[in-house]
C-alpha cells in the first residue's frame, strides 16, 4: 500500500499502533511519530497532509500516549473537521475533538459562562447584515446592499485583527485595505453596531472568540480547567490563521509545547479577512526546538501538473515565496497542460463545454470535471454554454447568475420598461437596445466605470455589466431585436439553466475550490485583468492573486486546460493578453524575471525537546550542532541568500566552475529527467549543479556536503555524478521512485 489522499469507503480498522503507521511515507511516518514538543508540518498542495496528521493523533491515541480527550484538533471548516473526525473514527481514535475554531470556543464559551459572567449566555446572531444596516440607519449613514455586504466586511475583519472601532480608519490604511466607504464612517458603523449589540444583548459570530479570549485571559481557574482538559493540539490550515485565533490558542497552550501546526504559505489566499501566515512562518523563531517536517511528495497530480504549479512559484516574490515548497510527482506521467487562446469569451466558454462533453463521451464522470474562474460574475458563460450542450452542472459557492438578487431586481426593472418605457424619461435618449439596458441598469447600480476594490459592490457591478454586454452582443445577432426580445431572451436563458445539481461538473470561483480536486480542471479567463484582477494593484496582493492560480493549478489531479479570450465579445478588439503568470511556463512564451535559490525540498528537521512532567515548555536544545554562519569562500562575507549559500560564495564573486564539467552534467540532469517523467530541477537545481562543478568532488564524503545534494538524492545518484566529474561515462540507469 502507497501513500495516498484518498482511502477506500469503508477501510479495515487497523489491529494495532503499529499498523496505523503501515503505507505512510518517511515524511507522513515522521509526523507521525513525533508526539512530543513542537512540530512544524509544511505541507504542499496534495502531499497528504491531513492523512499524516490524523495517523498522528491515531498513533498516538493507540501506542496510549495521547489520551483522546486530551486532544483538540482544530481546522477551519465544518466540512474539514467532519472529514477529521472520519478518518479518526477510521483509524480507531474516536473520542478526539476535532472541531472547527469557533466551534470549540463556542462549546467552551457556553459552558462556562454562567461561572464567568452569570445569567444566560446572550443570544448568537446567524447573520449580521441587518444588525449593521440598523447601526448604519442609526448614524443617518444610507448604504445600499452591496455596500452594506462590504461595510459588514470590515467590521469582522476589525474584529479578527482585534482592531477597536476607534482604530480602524489607521489600522485600515497600514493594511492598505480598500475601504468601501470613508474610514470614518466606517468606524462611525462599527461602534454603532456595537453599542446595538449590546442593547439587545446579542453577540456575533467573532465575539465567540472575542468572548472566550477575555474569560481566559481573565479568569485563571477557568484557563487552568480547559488546560487540564486539553493537553494535545492539532491545528490544521495554520497559514489562515488570523490574530484573534492565535491569541486563543496560545491562551490553550500556555507554557506547554505539545503543539503540531500544518499548513502551506504557498496557499495563504485569504489575507482580506485577517489571515496571514506569518505565524507558521515564524513557528521556529517561537518554538526554537521544534520539529519541522516538509511535505513535498504530491500523491494527487501528475508531474505535468505539477510541474506548471512549481513554476508559478519559481516566480513568485515575498516571504511566503522565501518559504515555497518544491513538489514531486508520485503519480505516472500524464497528459500535458492544454494552453488555448480564443478570439472571445463565448467562444472560450464553448470550447470549454466542447472538450467537457468529449470527456463525458470518453466515460470521465461530470463530477470529477471542474471550470474554475476568478470572480462569480464570470460563471453566467459557462452556465449558458453548459445548458446550450445539455451538460449538467452544480454551482458551489456561488449562487446561479439567474438567482442572483441583483440579476433578479433587474430583470424586474427591464421587464417594466419594455412595458411601459414609453412613459420613462431614462429611455428617451437611448437610440438602441444596449442604450436602453445601460439606461435602465444604471437606476440599479451600473455605471460606465468599475467600481475600485473587490467585494460585493464590485460583484455586483460585474453581474450588470454581464446584462449589459450580453444585451450587446444579442443586438449584434439579431438587429432590431426590442428590449421585450431581450426580456424573452433572458427568462428563456434563465429557464434553461435549472439543470439538475447531482452528478454535474462543478462551476467554481478559485476562492471556492480550495481543499477540493478533480480529475479534470479547466481554469478559464486566465488573462490579464483577470488573473491577476484589475485592483490588485500591490505587491502583496499580486503574489496573493499568483498564489490562487497556483491553488487552482493544484486541483486538477491527471488533466489541466489553461484557456484565455482576447477580447470580451465577438467581434471586439482583441487587446487583452495572457496573464503574465504563464510567462516562461505556457509554450512560446518568454521566460519571467525568475528568483534565485530553489523552494525548499522534503525533509525533517528534528528538535530535541526536554519538558516537564506536564508537558510544560523547557529548554530547547536542537539535537544538530549549531552551524556557524555560511560565508563566501571567496571574499569571506556572511551569505543569507539561499543559492549563494548553495554556492558558498557571493553571486557576484568570481566563479572557478568548470564549463564544460557544468554542461556535461545539465545534459546528465536532462536524461534523469526525462526517465523520470519530472522536471530537471526535480534532479537537481542548477545552482546545486554550478556547485558540483565548482567543487569538482572526488568522493561521497565531498559530494554529501554541497548544499542541495542530501542523503536521498547521494543515494540515487551519488555514483553518477561523481563518474561525470572523474571524467568517466555514468553508469546508473534507475528510472526513478
Not at 469507503?9 to 508526539?35: I, Y
Not at 450580453?470 to 439553466?497: I, S
Not at 510567462?583 to 519538558?611: F, K, M, V
Amino acid at each position: 500500500m502507497t501513500a495516498a489522499t484518498h482511502s477506500t469507503l469503508f477501510p479495515q480498522v487497523p489491529d494495532s499502533a503499529d499498523a496505523v503507521l503501515e503505507g505512510l511515507d518517511p515524511e507522513q511516518r515522521e509526523v507521525a511519530t513525533a508526539l512530543h514538543g513542537p512540530v512544524c508540518v509544511l505541507a504542499g498542495a496534495g502531499t497528504g497532509k491531513t492523512r499524516a496528521i490524523t495517523h498522528r493523533i491515531a498513533y498516538g491515541v493507540r501506542a496510549g500516549i495521547l489520551p483522546p480527550s486530551s486532544v483538540l484538533a482544530v481546522t477551519f471548516t465544518n466540512r474539514a473537521a467532519g472529514e477529521m473526525r472520519g478518518r479518526l473514527r477510521q483509524l480507531g481514535a474516536a473520542g478526539v475533538q476535532a472541531r472547527t475554531f469557533h466551534s470549540a470556543a463556542l462549546r467552551q464559551l457556553q459552558y462556562f459562562w454562567p461561572k464567568a459572567v452569570g445569567g444566560s449566555m446572550p443570544r448568537l446572531v446567524d447573520r449580521k447584515v441587518q444588525l449593521v444596516a440598523d447601526a448604519a440607519a442609526a448614524c443617518r449613514i444610507r448604504l445600499d446592499r452591496g455596500e452594506l455586504r462590504d461595510v459588514t466586511g470590515e467590521i469582522e475583519w476589525s474584529k479578527v485583527t482585534q482592531t477597536v472601532p476607534s482604530d480602524y480608519a489607521l489600522a485600515a490604511a497600514k493594511a492598505g485595505r480598500d475601504a468601501p466607504r470613508d474610514p470614518a464612517e466606517i468606524a462611525q458603523i462599527y461602534a454603532a453596531y456595537e453599542d446595538l449589540k449590546r442593547d439587545r444583548a446579542v453577540i456575533d459570530f467573532e465575539d465567540v472568540l472575542l468572548l472566550t479570549v477575555a474569560i481566559l485571559q481573565d479568569r485563571h481557574d477557568i484557563t487552568d480547567q480547559v488546560r487540564a482538559q486539553y493537553q494535545h493540539f492539532v491545528v490544521d490550515e495554520y497559514q489562515d490563521v488570523s490574530p484573534l485565533q492565535q491569541r486563543l490558542l496560545e491562551l490553550w497552550l500556555g507554557e506547554r509545547d505539545n503543539l503540531c501546526v500544518v499548513g502551506d504559505a504557498s496557499q495563504t489566499i485569504y489575507s482580506f479577512t485577517g489571515a496571514t501566515p506569518d505565524y507558521l512562518l515564524d513557528f521556529r523563531t517561537r518554538h526554537p526546538g521544534a520539529t519541522v517536517v516538509k511535505l513535498v511528495r504530491d500523491y494527487r497530480s501528475t508531474p505535468q501538473v505539477v510541474h506548471l504549479a512549481n513554476g508559478l512559484l519559481a516566480q513568485a516574490r515575498g516571504r511566503a515565496a522565501d518559504h515555497r515548497l518544491e513538489l514531486v510527482s508520485q503519480r505516472p506521467a500524464g497528459p500535458e497542460p492544454v494552453y488555448t487562446e480564443y478570439a472571445d469569451e463565448p467562444a472560450e466558454a464553448e470550447g470549454a463545454a466542447r472538450r467537457i462533453r468529449e470527456l463525458l463521451d470518453s466515460g470521465v464522470p461530470a463530477s470529477e470535471i471542474a471550470v474554475l474562474f476568478r470572480t462569480n460574475g464570470q460563471s453566467e458563460t459557462y452556465e449558458q454554454a453548459l445548458a446550450d450542450a445539455g451538460i449538467p452542472y452544480q454551482l458551489r459557492g456561488a449562487e446561479r447568475f439567474f438567482d442572483r438578487p441583483e440579476v433578479r431586481k433587474a430583470g424586474i426593472a427591464l421587464r417594466g420598461a419594455a412595458r411601459f418605457g414609453g412613459n420613462d424619461s431614462l429611455l428617451d435618449e437611448a437610440v438602441d437596445l444596449p442604450s436602453q439596458v445601460r439606461a435602465v441598469l444604471s437606476g440599479e447600480g451600473w455605471t460606465t466605470t468599475p467600481p475600485a476594490g473587490s467585494g460585493a459592490v464590485r460583484e455586483r457591478w460585474e453581474s450588470l455589466a454581464a446584462l449589459v454586454n450580453l444585451a450587446q452582443d444579442f443586438a449584434a445577432a439579431r438587429p432590431g431585436a426590442t428590449l421585450a426580445d431581450l426580456v424573452a431572451e433572458l427568462d428563456e436563458r434563465a429557464g434553461a439553466q435549472h439543470a439538475p445539481t447531482v452528478q454535474g461538473v462543478t462551476l467554481a470561483s478559485l476562492h471556492s475550490a480550495k481543499g477540493l480536486e478533480w480529475d479534470v480542471a479547466f481554469l478559464v479567463g486566465v488573462a490579464e485583468g483577470m488573473m491577476p484582477i484589475t485592483y490588485a494593484k500591490t505587491d502583496e496582493q499580486i503574489e496573493e492573486e499568483r498564489r490562487l492560480l497556483y491553488v487552482g493549478v493544484t486541483r486538477a489531479r491527471s488533466h489541466l486546460h489553461v484557456s484565455w479570450a482576447l477580447a470580451r465579445s465577438p467581434g471586439g478588439r482583441p487587446s487583452r493578453r495572457p496573464s503574465r503568470f504563464l510567462d516562461g511556463l505556457r509554450p512560446g512564451s518568454a521566460a519571467a524575471a525568475g528568483r534565485a535559490g530553489a523552494g525548499a525540498a522534503g525533509g525533517i528537521e528534528r528538535g530535541h525537546y526536554s519538558s516537564g512532567a506536564n508537558g510544560t515548555r523547557g529548554a530547547a536544545e536542537p539535537r544538530r550542532t549549531q552551524r556557524a554562519p555560511a560565508r563566501c569562500r571567496v571574499c569571506g562575507r556572511t551569505l543569507t541568500d539561499a543559492g549563494e549559500m548553495k554556492l558558498m560564495r557571493c553571486e557576484d564573486c568570481p566563479s572557478d566552475m568548470d564549463e564544460g564539467l557544468y554542461e556535461r552534467l545539465r545534459d546528465w540532469r536532462a536524461v534523469q529527467a526525462r526517465r523520470s517523467g519530472q522536471p530537471a530541477f526535480c534532479v537537481f537545481t542548477d545552482k546545486t549543479l554550478m556547485a558540483i562543478a565548482e567543487t569538482a568532488p572526488d568522493d561521497e564524503g565531498e559530494l554529501a556536503r554541497i548544499p542541495g545534494v542530501g542523503m536521498r538524492k547521494l543515494n540515487r545518484y551519488g555514483a553518477d555524478v561523481l563518474a561525470i566529474c572523474a571524467g568517466q561515462e555514468p553508469g546508473g540507469d534507475e528510472d526513478g521512485d
